[in-house]
């Protein structure tokens, strides 16, 4: 079809405000956005469906059409809907690029506009299945998730083509989620990070017991140096034995993927400055009553995209909070892991990013997040950490009220610094493991730390080395027996006496007495260092 054609008789109610010249353009799909730089999504030959709310100044709109041309839309449509009359900025922004702009008045949804299109357009491509994902672009841009489910459901039920979006936690965002295991979600995130991090081009290919599935990644930003926060596109079969139709369809489903995500991202700009305005209070120990009221704006936001009244209690009500760090991992990076891996109580966390770490606080409804939980949820990103990636996540206690709060970061920060000591990718400490010895380790220096534990283990450790002796071994045994001898001679296996020689040799090698509580202490707590 052609611009002109929405002028039509029989067409929706809209009116030509500028260059009536270009009319004769082809129109072959439609995009809805209000992104402030939707170019990168646009393909060529597009309707920009857009509520407007990307204006906060008369300038935007010479940058935002500026943008539109450069990406190949042939025409604008501007709601007024939202923020009422076309401004005369815009419309003169469209005269001098020669874009066609028209007004959608507030009683026609946007809705309206793109199946009418739709049925235009559907008339000249009905064969071309690329043609699918632009038809529905809509769905995805006006409705959120719920869009992405929508499209998913006509590949599924049109092309019998079954099609998921999971988050690199492998929770899922799309798709009919009873259709794969959570294990085989998993198998599936594992394969695709592993592929991401080994820089295979994509698609990627797993094959599980079900079948092959092919991995398309769905980047919020363009060649991002880590792949740990963005959505993946899976699509049961292997995409690169199809036809080049089936293929674009594919390709052009991980795009449109990507523009939800991109949205939902904008979407999550507002509470990501709220969430810094809460971590900067607790971190200057503001006043309880200024750190309520923005606890409490935080729930009326929530509450407005829930529908539901905000309650005036949420802000004295029971928080918890979370303190992150991510080592060889770009800046961001943790921030957006843990939006995407606490899913639904991303609407009502505060999740504030700080360089490669992040702060969350989570209310009342959200604050049963067991350590356990945690390391179970960020499990599946281990496969996308390099040699030197790390993720170390500390959890504290509940806190009662808003004034606590500063006591709960604290306490998280010492949490994380436990799960820092461990040996592991993804590493999670919880506030039961404050009141143990392996607080007082995590504070102690690292040079410190090494130098202990060199100087109780390394002739012991050298002697094992040299002589298979297992000295380490019946170490271990013996503390973690009590001193018990028979114990530890049953738990290792070996005579009473050839358990009383390795402990002689470990004396004379160390010039320590095991039969010290002292230095049962030191050995134990080297033990725990190595």
Partial sequence: MRVRDLLAPGAPRLRLLAAEEELDRQVSGVMTTDLHDPGRYLHGGELVLTGMLWRTAPADSERFVRTI????????????????????DLVEACRRHRMPLLAVPDDIAFGTVTEFIGRQVSADRAADLAALVDRHRLLVSAAGGGGLDAVLDLLGGDLDLDCWVLTPTAAVIAGPADRLSTEERDQLIRAHLGAQRQRRRPPHRARLATGPYSLLPAAAVPDAESPLADWVLVVAGDVTEWSTKRQQLAENLARLVAAERQRRDEGRRLRRRLASEVLTLLQRDADPAEISRALYASSAMAARYESVEPKPQAADGTWLVLSAEGTGLPEGVVRAVLEEALGAATDRA?????????????????????ADTLREL?????????????????????????????????????????????????????????????LLLAAVPDEVRRAFRSRLLDKVIGYDIEHQADLVRTLEAFLRSDGSWTRCAAQLHVHVNTLRYRIGRIEELTGRDLSRLEDRVDFYLALELA
């Fill in 350 to 370: 505060l999740v504030a990013g700080a360089g490669t770490g992040a702060v969350v606080v989570l209310p009342a409804l959200d604050s049963a997040v067991p």
């Fill in 69 to 88: 041309v450069a990406g190949g839309a042939v025409a604008l449509a501007a709601g007024e809907a939202e923020v009422g009359p076309v401004p005369e």
């Fill in 378 to 438: 960020l499990a599946p990103l281990e496969a996308g950490l390099g040699s030197e990636g790390r993720i170390t996540l500390g959890v504290s206690a509940p806190a009662s009220e808003a004034g606590g709060l500063r006591g709960a970061l604290e306490e998280a920060r010492h949490a994380r610094r436990i799960a820092a000591a461990r040996v592991g990718r993804v590493c999670v400490a919880g506030p039961e493991e404050l009141a143990s010895h392996v």
